[in-house]
């Protein structure tokens, strides 16, 4: 086996793994038409309560049992009704949030247009209309008290429907209130911050009756899966990052389903502290965060069956025992924005950055959150991801410099005795094994490693695939330019000149591998190669491409200079007969 056909299976590898990738993204889309639940799906309700805490000893002050089975957590709804004329309107200097019923109902990020055409209106995250539908809601259940679930009317307790974060201001903060029977009432207050996109929620129970009142809080995100759009010669962006449901606890760790899989991979009902639940899209994502003390129980649900009904993942608790002349709070933070990772560690919050989802693979996930921040420090450096890219690189090539020389050395040998080979393949003719045979025993001879350029490329394939999922997500790339045409750095390059300059850097690199020893089939395959992966990176986008051309370019200069270096002027003679 020599060192060309050891790069064509790897380079077979790659072509299925990214046709595999392309694939699992048409496989993520919902189908349009509704479908029956699957028979995997858990016997209980969209809307009914997760299994109950365990109900504290008697005497205790504090938490009470959850609702019985029969009290039920109303689902997203099935016709979500448009804002109400008493809507609040909430603006600061990085969102513009609409209040219906104490809920946020729509949220556009004013600092992330759609497209980059001028004027082009801001991305949104929530939306009222049935078929598109995506809400953050928050409301309460109790089994023995009356209580305001998501539908309950809150109302702006000072009546002011629209608010703004000054200039000099820090925060705005717009109350809501609801008045049940018997004195309780609930105070939810939202609090907005200068450069924020983590609203705080805080309810306060208020007891003016004259016996206890018990209750559970439940957040929930509920959303229609978006139907995929375009093909494979013009793919959806969305289809590229998980569109679906994670969630975190300190207990059960990071979990995470796709929402064609909600119902089919089985129920959720996972109990712990330090949790948060999370609806995650392309470059942007919405979660829920209780405090972390704070139990909750999290599950998953479909409210209506099909694949275009609100699929929600929702937090119940903590709970609440509010004695009467006394009050209580629970407070939580409702992210609304993008996938800045650096935004997302400041919450402080345990886990939250898997939400930045570099893959479904732990190493993966890893190796990609360490290429980000590498990434991240050179475009400290630069001040343009484009030139970090190539910078990233360099210093990749760097670090496998001793690896390649290696590798480099191993083929200038080869090219060397390629005489001898081609010898040994005439003499042979068609009996392959004694060929082998013979040309293996010429390899031990001369102490050539056939296979010792693989390692090298083999390190590289793991760079190359978490890049691609960094280059993905990362929505600090988003209409990030490089220079010239390159003007997104996320999206395929417009006039394809960066798949053509890898093809022919591919081409060159061919021509100064080694190819004597495989037969006519093969090194038509290879031939053929350059075409195949120039086609495959047309759709790629341009960050990557950018960075496979120089590596490939480097390598090519790398190897060039190195097989100068280590063949002799003059190759071996071949053996006399």
Known sequence: MNQTRT???????????LLWMQWSREQAAP????????????????????????????????????????????????????????AVTVTSDVLRLTFDRGNVVTAELLRYPQTREPGSAPVALFNTDPAHFYAAQVGWVSSTDTAPTHEAGFVSE????????????????????????DGVSIRRTYTVRRGSYAIEVRDEVI???????????????????????????????????????????????????????????????????????????????????????????????????GPRSPHLIRELGPGVSVAPGQSAATTARLWVGPKLVGLIRAENVRGLDRAVDYSRFTVMAVLGEWLFRLLDFLHGLFK??????????????????????????????????????????????????????????????EKINPIGGCLPILLQMPIFFALYWVL?????????????????????????????????????????????????????????????????MIFFPAGLVLYWVTNGTLGLLQQWWLIRKYSEDKPAKPAKA
């Open 7 to 17: 790069f064509l299976i790897l380079a077979w590898l790659m072509v299925a793994t």
């Open 31 to 86: 189908a349009p038409e509704a479908a029956a639940t699957a028979q995997g799906a858990p016997a209980a309700t969209a809307g009914s309560i997760p299994a109950a805490p365990t109900a504290p000893a008697a005497g205790s002050a504090a938490i009470p049992t959850a609702p019985t089975a029969g009290q039920a957590v109303p689902g997203a709804a099935a016709a979500p009704a448009p804002a109400s004329a008493a």
């Open 158 to 181: 000072d009546g002011g429907t629209d608010y703004a974060l000054g200039e000099t201001g820090d925060s705005v903060s717009v109350p809501f209130v609801w008045t049940g029977p």
């Open 207 to 305: 007891n003016r009756g004259d016996r206890p009142w018990q209750g559970f809080v439940y957040r929930q995100l509920a959303k229609v899966p978006p139907v995929a759009r375009g093909n494979w010669m013009n793919p959806d962006p969305e289809s590229f990052s998980l569109n679906g449901g994670v969630w975190y606890t300190a207990e059960h760790e990071f979990g995470r389903r796709k929402f064609a899989d909600f119902l089919d991979d089985g129920g959720v009902n996972e109990r712990g502290t330090a949790s948060w639940i999370a609806l995650l899209q392309h470059h942007f994502f919405t979660a829920w965060i209780p405090e972390a003390q704070d139990e909750t129980t999290i599950s998953l649900h479909v409210d209506g069956g």
């Open 384 to 445: 343009n991801w484009g030139w970090a890219i190539i910078g990233l690189v360099v210093l990749v090539k760097l670090a496998l410099f001793p690896l390649s020389q290696a590798q480099y050395k191993s083929m200038a040998k080869m090219r060397k005795f390629q005489p001898r080979i081609q010898q040994l393949k005439e003499r042979y003719g068609d009996d392959r094994q004694k060929f082998q045979m013979a040309m293996m025993e010429l390899y031990k001879k």
């Open 472 to 536: 993905l997500e990362s929505v600090e790339l988003r209409h990030a330019p490089w220079i010239l045409w390159i003007q997104d750095l996320t999206a395929r390059d417009p006039y394809f000149i960066l798949p053509i300059l890898n093809m022919a850097v591919m081409w060159a690199t061919q021509k100064l591998s080694p190819t004597t020893g495989m037969d006519p089939m093969q090194q038509r395959i290879m031939t053929f190669m350059p075409l195949v992966f120039g086609v495959i």
